[in-house]
């Protein structure tokens, strides 16, 4: 055997036992993938900026034509506190657009096989685009949060109701984001991303109890809206932000998040293993 095909097949060795790695060294991998990631963003802020800004956009906007509608004996601040959690929650769940076409360049630009041919973990690319994606949806919250203080919005459920409120809808959309992470392995152009997700977040978040309670509804919609995982999940924050028992709110939407990552993980990593 010559040297060079000893050092080839060394190499491959080297490449397989890395990818079957434990969780430690996959977590390792995930952690250099992310802060690659990351710097990129910080590189480029701009799209980070941007989608921080629709949702303090959405909760300006809505708070002043809505607020009189919607609660005509309350003021802008109460509008303010009922609205901001679901504002989050929706320029979360659109932002779930830009995970999946930044997974898709990876995959179209030569990243990907970059990644592959070095011996990391197998699940670094999506795991790593995950753990990026949840800094950036945790910089937007902050954002909004900050906005939302200047229209006197406030957390009065304590400091621990106040982590589970910017904790709580990362960890929701990121299980979202897996839908958009399916539709972009096995995409054939970028815009087919945005045309698969955007039709029905749209609708999603618009019949859901985030511009007006349930009561706003006609009674047809209202069994949909209260059972619509957005309005669980912005229920849940609300809750969070106050001092209103919110353990059955928070379980529904941690419910609905571990059933988009076991199925959408799973199609995922299906999807992306063929591309191999």
Known sequence: ???????????????????????GRSLHDMAIVAWR?????????????????????????FTASFARVVNPGGSFAEYAQF???FTVEQGLLFNTVNIGIAFYDDLESGMDQRLRAMPIARLSAIGGRLISASARLLFQILGAVLAGHLLSFRFS????????????????????????????????????????M?????PLTFLSVGYVPKEGFPNWAQGFVVRNPVSIASEA????????????????????????TLVFGWLTLRTYQKRQ
């Not at 990631?37 to 906007?61: G, H, Q, R, W, Y």
């Not at 924050?237 to 988009?260: D, H, I, K, Q, Y």
Request: hydrophobic content about 55%; glycine content about 6%.
């Open 198 to 202: 955007n039709p029905w977040i749209l």
């Open 83 to 85: 609205l901001l959690p």
């Open 37 to 61: 990631n990351i710097l990129m963003d910080l590189k480029n802020p701009a799209e980070v900026l941007t989608a921080t800004a629709f949702s303090v956009s959405l909760l300006c906007v």
């Open 1 to 23: 055997m010559s040297e060079m095909e000893w050092d080839q097949q060394a190499i491959a060795h080297m490449v397989a036992a890395r990818k079957e790695g434990g969780w």
């Open 157 to 196: 459920g304590g400091i621990l109701g106040a982590i589970g409120f910017c904790l709580l809808p990362v960890i929701f959309t990121l299980a979202v984001a897996l839908i958009s992470l399916y539709v972009a392995a096995g995409a054939k152009s970028a815009e087919t991303i945005s045309a698969v």
């Open 237 to 260: 924050m609300r809750r969070l932000a106050s001092s209103e028992p919110a353990t059955t709110a928070v379980t529904a939407t941690l419910a609905w998040s571990l059933f988009f």
